[in-house]
């Protein structure tokens, strides 16, 4: 993949240079005109970001990056301190006239979290979303490019600012591929009635490829499909990739989602001949995120399930179903003015999780396979803004393999600290 550095060097320098610079708020409220600042779904984190308007110019942009330190060992062995530049995005808003948008957002990414096979020495740069809207009706959105397909809530909301971990969920990046875009066309929709806000999503887009099955992991690894540049221009099965969505908020209670997200993902048919059947993959996700008014605390957790079609001649250790998921807890405990800051936030926050890539049991034995992780991690952050925030963690993490032994460089009982910085710009 070819790396274009110039361009976001050039795209700092402009934001830099621009005299008068202010925030454009019309980007951050979508495309309908009912939306308020107030009333959000997840769905409204495509455009629910600081956006900067440069003078007279027709184009917004904006953007975020993400730094840290940290030290982890798993049985007993380390590799030492590490510092890591995780992520640098750039966002570019455009719009074009009346009821029609455009956004997009550069990524340079390299995240030790991701997918293994993706890695690449200094990074990548890609195009992680590049689509436009047209508003026929707050009720029917069209869009089409580039997009984030809105399987639960995490992947379109994965901004690291937006959150209190330096690590993005294991389950929504090792299990779900995190930042999961694809070439594609959809609708989308929301309405509001009183406190209740309604919203729905579906998109038509490329999708997975046979890496699922075929990688270097050694089991079933749905990220493994991100690393070919190639599903951008050409679909391994020919059929699409169905997305679909559905959220339902309450202003005072919070709000859930329910999406689905399957499709085939082997090459069945090459030339017109059929050389293998199809296989299936079907992603089913539940995400909830609520602040109780009493305490302020803030509550986000998404649960998926997988049921992938495995060929009959594959070992056990690709698993045909798999279970993960993420609760956040995050407790403001001193808000207000703080060494200087105005609206600065001191936090404490625990997240929980749990993966298991191989559901069920051994066929020859009826003994459960494990191949499953569970991690516990403690935080304390400090957001002097709203758009910034520093955060040290502490990662307790057991897994074990298939047969559940928990012997091994990569596997086994993990414990780290970690400390980060994020903001937007």
């Known amino acids: 993949m070819k790396r274009y550095y110039c361009f976001p060097v050039l795209i700092v320098l402009l934001t830099s240079l621009s005299a008068g610079a202010q925030i454009d708020s019309s980007l951050l409220n979508g495309?309908?005109?009912?939306?308020?600042?107030?009333?959000?779904?997840?769905?409204?984190?495509?455009?629910?970001?600081?956006?900067?308007?440069?003078?007279?110019?027709?184009?917004?942009?904006g953007g975020y990056m993400e730094a840290n330190?940290?030290?982890?060992?798993?049985?007993?062995?380390?590799?030492?301190?590490?510092?890591?530049?995780?992520?640098?995005?750039?966002?570019?808003a455009s719009s074009i006239s009346n009821r029609i948008k455009f956004l997009s957002e550069i990524e340079y990414e390299d995240d030790p979290a991701g997918d293994p096979d993706e890695a690449t020495e200094g990074g990548k740069f890609e195009v992680e979303y590049a689509a436009i809207d047209i508003e026929l009706h707050p009720l029917l959105n069209l869009r089409g490019g580039m997009i984030v397909n809105p399987i639960g809530s995490f992947n379109e909301n994965h901004d690291g600012p937006k959150w209190e971990f330096t690590d993005r969920?294991?389950?929504?990046?090792?299990?779900?591929?995190?930042?999961?875009?694809?070439?594609?066309?959809?609708?989308?929709?929301?309405?509001?009635?009183?406190?209740w806000m309604y919203?729905?999503?579906?998109?038509?887009?490329?999708?997975?490829?046979?890496?699922?099955?075929?990688?270097?992991?050694?089991?079933?690894?749905?990220?493994?499909?991100?690393?070919?540049?190639?599903?951008f221009t050409k679909s391994a099965s020919g059929e699409p990739l169905y997305t679909a969505k559905i959220s339902l908020g309450n202003d005072r209670i919070g709000e859930l989602g329910l999406?689905?997200?399957?499709g085939v993902y082997n090459?069945?048919?090459?030339?017109?001949?059929?050389?293998?059947?199809?296989?299936?993959?079907?992603?089913?996700?539940?995400d909830f995120n609520t602040i109780l008014p009493w305490t302020h605390t803030n509550i986000v957790t998404e649960w998926a399930y997988i049921a992938i079609d495995i060929p009959p001649n594959y070992p056990q250790s690709y698993g045909n179903r798999q279970f993960g998921g993420f609760i956040d807890v995050v407790q403001p405990v001193i808000s207000g003015r703080m060494l200087g800051w105005q609206h600065a936030t001191l936090n404490l926050a625990l997240r929980g999780e749990y993966v298991d890539w191989n559901v069920g049991n051994f066929a020859a034995t009826g003994t459960p396979m494990y191949n499953d992780l569970w991690s516990v991690m403690p935080a304390v952050s400090?957001?002097?803004?709203?758009?910034?925030?520093?955060r040290l963690n502490y990662r307790i993490q057991n897994q074990r393999d298939i047969t559940g032994s928990t012997i091994g460089a990569t596997i086994g009982q993990t414990r780290g600290i970690s400390f980060g910085v994020s903001t937007y710009f």
């Open 382 to 390: 400090f957001r002097p803004t709203p758009q910034t925030v520093l």
């Open 31 to 61: 495309m309908a005109k009912t939306d308020t600042t107030r009333k959000k779904l997840s769905m409204d984190a495509i455009y629910d970001r600081p956006f900067l308007k440069m003078g007279k110019l027709p184009v917004a942009i």
């Open 199 to 231: 919203g729905y999503e579906f998109y038509l887009s490329g999708g997975f490829n046979d890496s699922i099955i075929d990688n270097t992991q050694g089991r079933t690894f749905l990220p493994a499909t991100k690393a070919s540049t190639t599903r």
């Open 69 to 92: 330190w940290q030290y982890v060992g798993t049985s007993g062995i380390s590799i030492g301190n590490q510092f890591q530049f995780r992520r640098f995005s750039l966002f570019a």
């Open 267 to 286: 090459t069945w048919q090459i030339e017109g001949a059929t050389v293998d059947d199809k296989r299936r993959v079907n992603v089913f996700d539940a």
């Open 169 to 195: 969920p294991i389950a929504m990046t090792q299990m779900l591929p995190d930042t999961w875009s694809n070439p594609g066309f959809g609708a989308y929709g929301k309405e509001y009635s009183g406190h």
């Open 259 to 262: 999406s689905y997200m399957g």
